[in-house]
């Protein structure tokens, strides 16, 4: 009896237990709930998903794969993996024998540093879209000054870049460099690319060099899975992805490879892919100790429902909804670059209209929509970006439809007009700070921002947010 009260605060609700982080949690959830997310790669995770994260699940340590733990007790683990595994070859229609899954990365960027801490030595080469033209830190990403990524400090990188006048990748040059290069693998994937990825190019590009292609398709896998962008499964050796993005999971991340014959020599001799095993290696024990199996039973129920015809048809919104946004926002003089959308997301380009990202987002945040600001094609300067990547992931998953960006688009397209309004009261080179002051706390702005906010949370209000109750 006394021993079972000693133990009885380990069974507290949160809200009891622990007032303070549960507070905070209330805050953040009303912020979701009441704001605007155009954030390209969030989303709002389901109940269900949820639930399996915040499981006993979260107790075991199975370090090791499915049948070699070193871990006892892990039989039910094994189970679940293998039923990940299972999952994941299903919804992306891959044949067993020819692809191998790992779902045991901890999220997207550990993902791709398994993968090139397994194929590629340290100093070997990669190729990936450069970070400001929308490609992925760990792409490679550095700059003149710096190593940033550790992606480009254990490996040699050099990016391939956007047309700076249309703003779609130059495959050309990208064909060029990499016969000078000679990198290991070239990546194909993107954070912020509003077209299709030309894998069938890339794999030929790949193979004029003996080079690997790896698609990281963290961004897309949730409209690759509903079968309605092109597959880069079709030419690629190796796939990564995030499983939180459009595909509406757990933050986690998968590895996919191939297995089998590679090639046929002009002698016929069959070259076979000896990827699985390294990869496997370097995921665990190479980088990683225990999986997160929260983790990966939330990603076994996303995968689960990524399969239903409900998620197909809320991907097939997520496009509809993106292109009907790029049209709004071409009508209303906004330069959208390369002309709109193929996929969920969009780069607008604000140097036309007079401001730039840093301070457009600014003035978004303060009403509650949530966006990022990202450099456009030919910006010079990292520290003003000209654009905003805006997307439509997660107030899809909210049940927003074609109409209903008419609204969002009018809000983001008022929020750029005071930002111009609060930049025209300034002096023409006014440093950041003047302008945030003046938003923050000029009354003559405030008062405006307070009744953008406003309406912004009467309208996202009337939402449904996909998730636990209270939580
Ligand atoms: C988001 C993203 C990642 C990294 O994912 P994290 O889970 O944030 O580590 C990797 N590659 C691409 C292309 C991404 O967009």
């Not at 002051?437 to 309208?459: I, Q, R, T």
């Amino acid at each position: 009896m006394c021993e079972k009260q000693d133990q009885a605060w380990l069974e507290d609700s949160l809200e009891k237990n622990d007032e303070e982080v549960f507070k905070i949690i209330r805050k953040e959830k009303e912020r979701q709930r009441s704001g605007l997310e155009l954030i390209a790669s969030e989303n709002f995770a389901s109940a269900a998903v949820l639930q399996a994260l915040g499981s006993c699940l979260n107790n075991k340590y199975s370090e090791g794969y499915p049948g070699v733990r070193y871990y006892g007790g892990a039989e039910h683990i094994d189970e679940l993996e293998r039923l990940c595994q299972k999952r994941a070859r299903e919804v992306f229609k891959l044949d067993a024998d020819k692809w191998s899954v790992n779902v045991q990365p901890y999220s997207g960027s550990p993902a791709n540093f398994a993968v090139f801490t397994a194929i590629v030595q340290p100093h070997g080469r990669i190729m990936g879209l450069d970070l400001p033209d929308g490609g992925h830190l760990t792409h490679g990403f550095m700059t003149d000054k710096k190593k940033v990524s550790a992606t480009s400090i254990f490996f040699e990188s050099m990016p391939y870049k956007v047309h700076q006048d249309t703003g779609y990748i130059d495959y050309d040059r990208l064909a060029e460099n990499a016969k000078l290069f000679k990198p290991k693998v070239i990546i194909a994937g993107v954070s912020c690319y509003s077209r299709h990825l030309d894998y069938k190019r890339m794999r030929e590009i790949a193979d004029e060099n003996n080079a690997y292609l790896m698609a990281d398709m963290a961004h897309i896998s949730g409209l690759v899975a509903a079968g309605i962008v092109p597959s880069p499964f079709e030419h690629c050796d190796i796939v990564t992805t995030t499983t939180h993005k459009t595909l509406r999971g757990p933050r986690s991340g998968m590895i996919f490879c191939r297995k089998g014959v590679r090639k046929v020599t002009a002698a016929g001799k069959e070259e076979m892919y000896n990827l699985e095993k390294p990869i496997n290696e370097a995921v665990f024990p190479g980088l990683q100790g225990g999986p997160h199996n929260h983790a990966i039973g939330g990603v076994a129920v996303a995968l689960k429902q990524a399969m239903t015809e409900e998620f197909i048809a809320d991907q097939k919104q997520t496009i509809a909804n993106a292109r009907h946004m790029a049209k709004l926002l071409l009508d209303r003089g906004f330069n959208v670059v390369t002309g709109g959308t193929d996929n969920h997301l969009m780069l607008v380009n604000l140097k036309n209209k007079g401001t730039d990202g840093n301070r457009a987002d600014k003035t978004l945040e303060a009403i509650g929509i949530a966006c990022n600001k990202n450099s456009c094609p030919g910006d010079t300067s990292a520290l003003r970006p000209s654009g905003l990547r805006l997307g439509t992931p997660a107030l899809t998953s909210r049940g927003f439809k074609e109409q209903d960006f008419d609204k969002v688009v009018h809000l983001i397209d008022r929020a750029v007009q005071l930002t111009l309004d609060i930049q025209n009261s300034l002096e023409p080179k006014a440093p950041f700070k003047d302008f945030k002051d003046k938003l923050y706390k000029d009354p003559k702005f405030v008062e405006e921002v307070k009744a953008l906010k406003g309406e912004v949370s009467a309208f996202a209000s009337r939402f449904p947010m996909p998730g636990l109750p209270t939580l």
